[in-house]
């Protein structure tokens, strides 16, 4: 029976990766005065890791030798810049929920379903997207950031989830948009429905119960599985 439905948020409640958290890091870095700028298609490879932080030092490591090593306290104080200028996209109502998310949300609730989020943006960026598109107090539990020290693809963020609700993990359902995300909730043991965008649509999403283009009217998305065309 299904009792909670647990949702991803970046990619998958909204596109927030390409003009939400790259443009708000990309401000952070000319706040900060260096001259690191993420475009788009570098962003794209820097997706493979999750959290903002890990990805700054990710990106130091693989693309800038040339960068002396940072101190954590740095990396966490230019990460908090990031935040706010993210939050500030936010506000402006920039970065709007994908198709059909607040018809499910919404439908969910109305039949007793159980949300959750789980996610590994941090914190204040989750709350700022709900509260300028749905309501935080609809999710029993809103999992996010540091709250477990392994990031997606480590199933740690979905077994908090379920401990937190005491479910089982065949009495859920998780909306992912990515590989690392479609692993983690699957290494616990949950069945995932992946909803696709331009930075995940090529990750082989073979393991998942359904691969969707986006969660809108069903005459309108398609089912990758069943080679549709993608549109
Ligand atoms: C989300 C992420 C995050 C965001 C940035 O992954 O990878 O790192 O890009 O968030 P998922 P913060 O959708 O799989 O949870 O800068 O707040 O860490
Ligand atoms: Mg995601």
Request: proline letters at 5%.
């Amino acid at each position: 029976e299904l009792r909670a439905l647990i949702f991803d948020v970046d990619g998958t409640l909204a596109d927030t990766e390409r003009d939400g958290h790259r443009i708000a890091f990309n401000r952070a870095f000319a706040e900060a005065g260096l001259d690191w700028d993420w475009s788009a298609e570098l962003y794209g490879d820097l997706l493979s890791v999750a959290g903002g932080k890990e990805r700054i030092r990710f990106y130091l490591d693989k693309y800038r030798p040339d960068v002396p090593s940072l101190e954590d306290s740095f990396i966490a104080e230019l990460h908090a810049t990031k935040t706010k200028h993210y939050r500030e996209l936010l506000a402006l109502g920039e970065i709007p929920l994908r198709p059909g998310v607040k018809r499910l949300i919404s439908e969910a609730r109305a039949e007793g379903i159980r949300l959750a989020i789980a996610t590994t943006s941090a914190l204040p960026n989750v709350t700022a997207l709900l509260e300028n598109n749905l309501d935080p107090s609809w999710f029993e539990i809103i999992a996010a950031g540091d709250i477990v020290p392994a990031k997606k693809p480590a199933p740690d963020i979905y077994h908090y989830v379920l401990k937190q609700m005491n479910l089982q993990p065949h009495d859920c359902l998780v909306l992912e948009d990515s590989l690392h995300g479609m692993q983690a909730a699957i290494g616990a043991g949950l069945p995932t429905v992946v909803t696709v965008n331009d930075y995940t649509k090529e990750q082989d999403f073979s393991k998942a119960l359904l691969v969707l283009s986006h969660l809108g009217e069903p005459e309108l998305a398609c089912t990758i599985l069943a080679g549709d065309a993608f549109d």
